[in-house]
């Protein structure tokens, strides 16, 4: 079992930055994948960007070049910095665990097997 705790959603006017942070305890974290998500109010939940057990990134369309994801394996955390926000980057965000081995790690949902309660990120025009 994987419990998952986001942290760092908030306010902030567009062209700002945010950093999420992901906790997580439970079992071996430096052996899975890590992916970030997003839902936007009456819309479907919808792939950010995800890190691998090696450190690899891949990232969605939309965020590429805006949005970094790292990893510390020391404290179990994954982080999501986000610079350069949009109002359409209005979401709440979630944190999620891949247990699978392939690379890069999935962009479907579906193949997630935790998932944190999410942090409310708003970003005002």
């Known amino acids: 079992q994987v419990q998952l705790v986001e942290s760092g959603g908030g306010l902030v006017q567009a062209g700002g930055s945010l950093r999420l942070s992901c906790a997580a305890s439970?079992?071996?974290?430096?052996?899975?994948?890590m992916g970030w998500f997003r839902q936007a109010p009456g819309k479907e939940r919808e792939f950010v960007g995800a890190?691998?057990?090696?450190?690899?990134?891949n990232y969605a369309d939309s965020v590429k070049g805006r949005f970094t994801i790292s990893r510390d394996n020391a404290k179990n955390t994954v982080y999501l910095q986000m610079n350069t926000l949009k109002p359409e980057d209005t979401a709440i965000y979630y944190c999620?665990?891949?247990?699978?081995?392939?690379?890069?790690?999935?962009?479907?949902?579906?193949?997630?097997?935790?998932w944190g309660q999410g942090t409310q990120v708003t970003v005002s025009s």
């Open positions: 439970g079992r071996t974290f430096i052996r899975y994948h």
């Open positions: 999620a665990v891949d247990t699978g081995w392939g690379l890069p790690p999935s962009e479907s949902l579906s193949e997630y097997d935790y």
């Open positions: 890190i691998s057990w090696s450190g690899g990134t």
